[in-house]
Each structure stands twice: as C-alpha cells, then as structure tokens.
C-alpha cells in the first residue's frame, strides 16, 4: 500500500468514524425541534443558559439552616466552622409533597443551580430541602462517616442518614404527602444510589426520582475532566500564570461593561474574552480542579492520610495553608482515586482490586435495579462533555421511554432553560398541581 493510499484510507476510515458518531448520538435524542440557543457543548456548560431563555422563576423563602449530624464527632481545629452541615429549605404552609435536592461535584446547598430547582419545584407547590453534594467541604467534615468521599454506597448512606436527621427536625412542623428525590451531575448519581437504598430502609418510599447530566461512571467522567486541564498552554506548570491571566482578564471585563454585574455577567464575559474551546475545556478542567483540590485536603486533615499534608501534623484555625493549595491544586482526581482513597479503603478492605473499586463507581453497578424501577427517570445531553464516546447510549437503552435526550446543553448548561425547567417540575407533577 502506498503513503497515498494509506492516506486515502485514513480520511474514509476517519469520515465513517465521524459519521458513526454521529448516527450514534442522533439515534439516543429523544427531543426534536429543540430551541436551546447555544450549540456548543464548551460553551453551554460554561455559560448555561442567556438570561433572555431562562425560566421565569419567583422569590422563595430559602432559608439556611445547620445540623448536627455526629453530635460525639471533633472536627480539626482548621475546620473550626464546619462541625455542623449546612443545608437550605422552602417550606410551604400547607400539606405538600417534599422533594430533597442534592447538588453536584463540589457544590454547595446554596449554589445557583439548586437555587433555581427549588425556586421552580417551591412555586410548583413541594417543601423543598437543598443539601450540599458529598463532594462539598462542608459534608466531608460535617455529615461523612469516613471522611473519604467518592464510593457510591457509602455516599448514598451518608446522604440517606442527612435525610433522615433533617426529617426528623422538620417533621413536627410541616405536613408531607409524598417524599421525592433529584439531583444534577453527581447529584444524580447520587440520587440513584440513594434511591436503591430507600427501597430497603423504606424511611421515605420515595413516589419520583430524577437524575439530571449524570455520570455513568465516576472515574470515567473525572478522567475526561482531568485531561481537560491539559488545554491549558504550557500545560500544568503554566497553571498559575493561566488562571492569573483568566481572572485579570475577567476583572476587565467587568470594569469596561456599563451594566451592574447581573445573572448574565459570565455570558457577557465570554462573549468579550471569545475564548476558544480549547480554553473553555482548561477553563472547565481548572475549575473541577479547584474543587477536587479542596475536598482532597480537607478529606486528607479529616483522617490524617499524610497525602499533602505530613502526617500527624495538626492543623489550626491560624495555620498558613498557602502551601497545601499549591499542592492540592496539582493534584488531579484520578490522582486522589489511585493514591488516596484505594489505599485508605484497602485497609479494610484487603481482597478488593484496584478495578473492582472503580467498577463499583458506575451506574452500571445498580443496572438492573435502574432498569426495572419506573418510579425513575434522567434527564440528559447527547453533547455532555462528562461522557465518554457512546456512554449516552447506557441512559437510552437502561431507561427506555423514562430517558429524555437533549440533542444540546453540553454539561448541565440547559439546566435553566425554560423547557428544562418545565420538564424537570412534570416528572414529579404528571403536569399538573402536586
């Protein structure tokens, strides 16, 4: 074969692979005529949806409350504020349905996007409860029973005990007919796990669950998350200068616009940087980067692992912790997975490979359950950049009809659309009052 010909080859070879990918993608899409404005999957995630596209959402009650889940537990001295875990509600005045809400990686109760679900399942009539991702570092110190998050069962216990604890706080003062869980990217995978639980505990019997952008597989997803820290220019030893150059760019930004700072602040600041989407992904990479860096450090003081910090080095409120930032942001996920958590579970676990660990990570682990259990459903993007190639077909073929697959949004960029939000409220409605 000449180089000509093996050239020839390459480009029909690549054009049936584009083409197959394609075919692939198209055939799992089970929304048609879809007007979310963003095509692109870097830009959806990062900017979300235009304010003009947004779902017309009210103002709720959300109120912030504190509980205490291990009342016996010290926390670190360094973790002085976070003894107790932190979580939001909307409650109405009358019997109504509750859904719990759990946010994803790294997010808080309070982050924008459990703000607007209970803003949109409040004005549909539910009690709301918003709860901080296990990822959060406020849960790892506050509601973890280990300490080391990232095990599917074992989150889904710690969740499940957070609902347990905060419903019985809330039970003497509101009336409830049904008890309904939903979460987004991690939260929805949590959510799963949290709902095969309930089935033998049976504290809420849950009526509806919805997973919204979830993973199949964490360590999948964390992979391609990791690898988009690459884009940046220079790679990872250029990473202080990238992010510098990113916030002196931002602050520009926001010192030339002649609008007060408002809801779409970051669509604007896109559209004055016209960033590529090879800086949209180091963008991306870099701030799933922050957040894995704080729940490794914080997990690493919870249970003295000697990974950043040396071990049996006690840490106070008044210790400088400029150097284990610097450490912990070159720390990758796939890093805290291989070096952290495997070791740290090992130990109680001798006869448990490496694989086995990261197998029981993955939606495929519960298959079966998610299958045949109708009280479920997802919604997806066929464009989700936290899925490996062909993994959006799992959600199309597991889930059947109770599978919605947006041809576009990108990583939960959609979220806030006004169809979404529409959606997300008549899986628990059936479309109309609760």
Known sequence: MTSKTRIAVRCVAGVLAYLASTMATASVVTVENYEYPISDRFVATVVGTPVEYEAKLPSIPFEQRSIDIFPDRK???????????????????????????????GA????????????????????????????????VTAASYTGVVGDAKRDAE???????????????????????????SLGGFNAAYVAKLDETRQSFNFENVLLINPP??????????????????????????????????????????????????????????????????????VSFRLSSASLIFTSDVVVDFGFIKPKGLILNRYSNLTQYNEVANRIGFTDYYHEFFYPFYKQTEPDATRNEFIAAISLKEIEDYLRDTEKITVMHNADDIILQPGEI?????????????????????????????????AVFTGGGAP
């Open 158 to 184: 710690d969740i499940y005990r957070v609902f347990e604890k905060i419903w019985a706080e809330l039970e003497q003062d509101i009336e409830v007919s049904t008890f309904n869980v939903t979460g987004y």
């Open 393 to 425: 077909e799992f959600f199309a073929d597991v889930f059947g009809t109770r599978a919605t697959i947006y041809p576009t949004g990108g990583h939960c960029g959609n979220m806030s659309y006004s169809d979404n939000v529409a959606h997300m409220v």
């Open 216 to 285: 199949v597989s964490i360590y999948n997803s964390i992979s391609l998350l990791d690898r988009m820290i690459n884009n940046i220019p220079g790679g990872m030893d250029n990473f202080d200068t990238f992010f510098d150059n990113l916030m002196r760019a931002y602050i520009n930004v926001y010192k030339e616009s002649s609008d007060a700072i408002g809801d779409d602040f970051l669509y604007k600041a896109y559209k004055a940087l016209n960033l590529k989407d090879e800086q949209l992904a180091a963008l991306i990479g």
């Open 108 to 139: 808080s109760h309070e982050g924008g996007k459990n703000r607007n679900m209970a803003k949109a399942f409040y004005q549909a009539g539910f009690h709301v409860v918003s709860t901080s991702s296990p990822t959060f570092n406020n849960f």
């Open 75 to 105: 926390t670190p001295d360094v973790f002085f504020y976070g003894k107790e875990l932190l979580y939001s509600v909307a409650l109405q005045d009358h019997e109504s349905p509750l859904i719990f809400l759990i946010a994803g990686t």
